[in-house]
């Protein structure tokens, strides 16, 4: 699964609010509503967001393998 958790911390250490993604990014309430979710997001957002924020993609998501079945 991708998470979204390493964005809201980098946001919130830069002073960052959805509205500074809007705004500066142009990106949509649509797409902020999906990366809350943690539902995909194109590339060209994920791009997006790290110009905006100054970061590399470490810095907005990270991958969280699924728990072996049965646990």
């Known amino acids: 699964m991708i998470s979204y958790a390493p ?5 919130e250490a830069r002073g960052a609010t959805t509205y500074t993604l809007q705004v500066k ?7 902020i509503r999906r990366i809350k979710a943690n539902e995909s997001v194109s590339t060209n ?3 997006a967001l790290c110009k905006i924020l100054d ?3 470490n810095d907005v998501i990270e991958y969280l393998p699924d ?5």
């Open 67 to 71: 728990p072996p079945s049965g646990e």
């Open 25 to 31: 990014g142009q990106i949509s309430s649509s797409t």
């Open 55 to 57: 970061c590399t993609i």
């Open 45 to 47: 957002t994920l791009e």
């Open 7 to 11: 964005l809201w911390k980098t946001m």
